[in-house]
């Protein structure tokens, strides 16, 4: 079994787009609980002047994290229609697969990897 992954994008939004996106982020939110179970956290923080937002992810292992990358649905292209993605910061070491699907989505985001656990615990149940 491989080790926790835990990922976050960093995104701009669009000016003056904050309470729509957090409208749209509370349907995202949703359907990542009902359609990702395997999942362990999909949650979105925006910054104090809504212009940034970051969005944490905790997978328990590689394959969760390769599901929940996989057919994101409609929702996922209305929240692209509110911001965009401008970094990755991703602790742990996800498959080639989705790092090359990342990178082949935002070509141009600054992606920062911390591949190698030095210790801790996650609770994931």
């Known amino acids: ?8 994008a960093h ?13 749209v982020y509370q349907e995202v939110g949703g359907w990542m609980e009902a359609n ?6 999909h949650i979105a923080y925006l910054s104090e002047d809504g212009t940034e937002a970051s969005v944490v ?3 328990p292992d590689i394959e969760a994290m ?15 229609a509110l911001m965009e993605i401008v970094g990755f910061d991703v602790y742990g070491t996800p498959s080639k697969m989705v790092m090359d699907s990342m990178l082949k989505m935002i070509p141009e985001a600054k992606v920062t990897m911390r ?5 801790g615990y ?4």
Request: hydrophobic share 35%; net charge positive; charged share 25%.
């Open 66 to 80: 390769e599901k929940h990358m996989q057919n994101l649905g409609d929702i996922g292209t209305k929240a692209f």
């Open 1 to 8: 079994m491989s080790e926790p992954i835990i990922f976050i």
């Open 57 to 59: 992810h905790i997978f």
């Open 36 to 41: 990702k179970p395997q999942t362990a956290a």
């Open 122 to 125: 996650i609770r994931l149940k």
């Open 115 to 119: 591949p190698q656990p030095a210790g």
């Open 11 to 23: 995104q701009k939004i669009k000016q003056g787009k904050a309470g729509e996106y957090k409208k």
